[in-house]
DNA sequence: GTCTATAAATAGATAGAC
DNA sequence: GTCTATCTATTTATAGAC
């Protein structure tokens, strides 16, 4: 019997985790309450400071979590035997799975832009310079395949992933616009703007714009 | 004689909305510190009080300023006697100009995209929501001259607002990434990010897509 | 591993003199 | 309009019992 009667190893450190993204999301940093993170896990106060050892700690590890994932993910298909333009593909879809797949990670990550990366250690700082890198890769790649123009890494990354940010964490924000006179604001869809995004970054980078 | 021996009206009030944007930008609605405020400002802080009525007044005055000169701008823009494609191009330049000349705007403008815009008065929303309108009726008008064609007003806003304000917001973050590995992170210039908006945005509305 | 109680610091806000 | 002093509430964090 490797569980007890009604609580699993690890499922406090798995509620606190995920209050604690959720109150982050909402409210920075500086404004989240660790008695709110308590209370939204049902789990004892005193527990933030047995399993992780601070406010700080606690945040820390949710934000390398989030990165790791996205960095691996993006690692793994630029390591892939696909081709450039698949790769692109890849890319974006990386992006938008990881982003969807973990709700509060949009809004944290918009937060921590603000921020400076103030609260990031240096293996988070290393996904961040990982995932650029391999965006940078890919599209060397297709240059050397001569099927892509050279291109400013930066600008392709900042035209894929802020839009895509910006869209998943501006869910609530647009179901409000969308009451307030702005018609369809929340009529919008995830794959509408990954496929845009697709096109438009592929005929950036294929020279197919006039 | 209009001015006080060493202080000009108003030089107060313009101090504290000055250091009060900073702060906002720095640390976000609940992470800002009214003490901290009135310190950057070199002002007592029961100023804070009496010229505006609480924290939350200070800071809803400082998000209304700042969506009011852009939905100004913009919809000055739209309004114009322009063509549409020199319409597309003030816009980009509208979020450009306003975004560069407030610079706490495009961090505290990331922050309220996180916290689903719920430090916002009505004005404030009605600005957001004429913003989006008035890059719809550019869109529609060129569609009417048989100049663009159809597209989803959210998603051609999204890919200009979310890389501009991205943009001008990584400015620290960027430095970092260039002093850990990520050569030329920093080396990349606002002229190059909107010339690129204006020829991609441009190629998308007038079909020049394959 | 979990709980109660509480310490210690810091926050927003105001009263009242000048 | 500006300053000092202070009130009150809240917050992170810990000690110590179970």
Redesign the pocket.
């Known amino acids: 019997m490797a569980r007890r009667t009604t609580?699993a190893?690890g499922?406090?450190r798995r509620a606190l985790l995920d209050a604690a993204a959720a109150e982050f999301a909402a409210r920075g940093y500086a404004g989240?309450?660790?008695?709110r993170i308590a209370r939204a896990a049902r789990?004892?106060?005193?527990?933030i400071?047995?399993?992780f050892r601070?406010?700080?700690a606690l945040y820390r590890e949710i934000i390398r979590d989030m990165f790791d994932a996205v960095a691996a993910r993006v690692r793994e298909v630029a390591g892939s035997g696909a081709s450039p333009e698949n790769k692109v593909r890849g890319f974006i879809a990386a992006i938008a799975i990881e982003g969807e797949a973990r709700p509060h990670f949009p809004r944290i990550w918009l937060r921590e832009i603000a921020e400076g990366a103030e609260h990031i250690d240096a293996g988070t700082l290393r996904d961040a310079r990982d995932v650029l890198g391999a965006l940078g890769s890919i599209i060397e790649e297709g240059c050397r395949a001569g099927r892509f123009h050279p291109a400013n890494p930066l600008v392709i990354h900042a035209t894929i992933v802020a839009p895509l940010m910006f869209f998943f964490a501006t869910g609530k924000f647009r179901q409000k616009l969308d009451r307030h006179g702005a018609r369809g604001a929340a009529r919008i869809s995830r794959d509408e703007v990954v496929t845009h995004l697709e096109r438009v970054t592929l005929a950036v980078l294929e020279g197919r714009i006039a």
Chains 1, 2 share one sequence.
Do not use: E, G, L, R
């Open positions: 609580t190893v499922d406090t989240a309450n660790v008695d789990v004892n106060k005193a527990m400071y047995y399993h601070s406010k700080a």
